[in-house]
């Protein structure tokens, strides 16, 4: 055994686990001291991720099984670098995610689990339609995992920089699965982020909310519809889903709304609402309630506008997307036998640069407007932000974007500067 090995073997342990895991990088033996390359850098994190394991309370068995063969996938660095040069728009999110074909499916599966679905419900609240919304959203029902090995797709993010720590306890969580005799690592398949199973679960949100709800013994979100429907439910219900509340409705404006009051950090009884004039989708006068709800306007004052429950935000923390949270929740309508949008979201899809929105966001700001971090993402605070621009130059106030709004506060912020240089 050279020096190198048993400078690990030290750090390590002297146990057979030590022993399985240096044979296993047995490639480190062939590199000196003063070589770096990809790979021995890549053994050297793993074999301190297999100690840290170690410590905390990972068998030698479940390390050795998750470990001795894992492999780095440089196309995964690829895939978490990568970001689309355009932002995308809300027509564009929703029109691909929801057609008749998806709900049409989504109808049947309700159909041919309906009797565990009910028992579902009975024990947490959460109804049948939105589970498989979730489900026809995430894989596609059953259909799309993923094809990667999350053991490699998780290590070999936590041995890469930009999100070491978060990944390299993801890593170490989906040992714990492997310890608990949940899956074995070869059937341990998803997405190259480490999402996992039918609700594309990470390994935390696995250790958190899974359950065993087949009475198999084990938490199978891979081959049990039954364990991925109650670990979806048990995760809603624990984050705080409201039995009996729906997640929101389209609804319709008048022509003279005041669009300032959009937005999720503002909610207004539906009694409220309906002073303003809000009506429901079909034209109908709003039920008058106190139930607090927050208006949405994802395509600007020319699209769909929804008001949206505490539930909506509920869905936001499967995923903190306004544009998935509101597709989860039609599609469940869709699902359980509702009509199409009134008003389609607007389909000239406006090709605005990531680049484009991080250059708005420092204008923003250079015009004293708080349009949040500056990331290139049109999110909530971006389109407040522009919102309070638009109020300030008498346009309406519905946040959306186009180019020609683009160019409106370009312009003023280069004359903002200008002025401040002189």
Request: hydrophobic share 40%; proline share 3%; net charge neutral.
């Amino acid at each position: 055994m050279n020096n190198k090995i048993r400078l690990l073997t030290k750090r390590i342990g002297k146990n057979a686990l030590s022993v399985t895991l240096l044979l296993s990088f047995g490639v480190m033996a062939q590199n000196t001291v003063l070589e770096s390359n990809p790979t021995k850098d890549f053994d050297t994190c793993v074999a301190r991720i297999a100690e840290r394991a170690k410590t905390e309370g990972v068998s030698d068995q479940a390390i050795s099984q998750t470990l001795s063969r894992v492999k780095q996938i440089p196309r995964i660095i690829e895939l978490d670098r990568r970001q689309p040069e355009f932002s995308q728009t809300f027509a564009n999110y929703f029109n691909v995610r929801i057609n008749e074909e998806r709900v049409q499916r989504g109808r049947e599966l309700l159909n041919r689990h309906r009797e565990l679905l009910n028992q579902i419900q009975k024990e947490t609240g959460i109804p049948g339609h939105y589970l498989v919304s979730f489900w026809g959203l995430e894989t596609s029902y059953g259909s799309h995992f993923g094809d990667w090995r999350i053991t490699d797709s998780l290590a070999t993010l936590a041995c890469d920089s930009r999100r070491s720590t978060f990944f390299t306890q993801e890593l170490i969580n989906a040992m714990r699965i492997i310890d608990a005799g949940d899956i074995m690592p070869e059937r341990m398949i998803g997405s190259w982020a480490g999402a996992m199973g039918h609700m594309q679960f990470m390994p935390s949100t696995f250790l958190h909310y899974a359950k065993d709800m087949d009475g198999d013994g084990r938490r199978d979100l891979w081959g049990s519809v039954s364990d991925a429907f109650g670990s979806a439910a048990n995760f809603l219900r624990q984050v705080g889903w409201i039995p009996g509340l729906e997640w929101g409705q389209e609804v319709r404006l008048p022509e003279t709304f005041d669009y300032t009051l959009a937005g999720r950090g503002q909610m207004l009884s539906q009694s409220e609402w309906a002073k303003l004039g809000v009506l429901t989708a079909s034209g109908a006068p709003l039920p008058l309630s106190e139930q607090k709800t927050a208006l949405l306007i994802p395509s600007g004052h020319q699209g769909p506008a929804f008001l949206v429950t505490r539930n909506f935000q509920v869905i936001m923390r499967w995923n903190r997307s306004e544009y998935y949270a509101i597709s989860v929740g039609h599609l469940a309508d869709r699902i359980a036998g509702g009509n199409a949008l009134h008003r389609l979201p607007l389909s000239d899809a406006i090709k605005i640069t990531r680049e484009q929105i991080r250059q708005l966001q420092k204008d923003l700001l250079t015009l004293g407007i708080d349009a949040g971090e500056i990331d290139g993402v049109l999110g909530s605070a971006t389109r407040q932000a522009i919102s309070h621009f638009q109020q300030s130059t008498q346009r309406i106030a519905d946040g959306y974007l186009d180019h020609t709004l683009l160019i409106a506060i370009r312009e003023a912020a280069q004359s903002k500067s200008s002025l401040s240089s002189n």
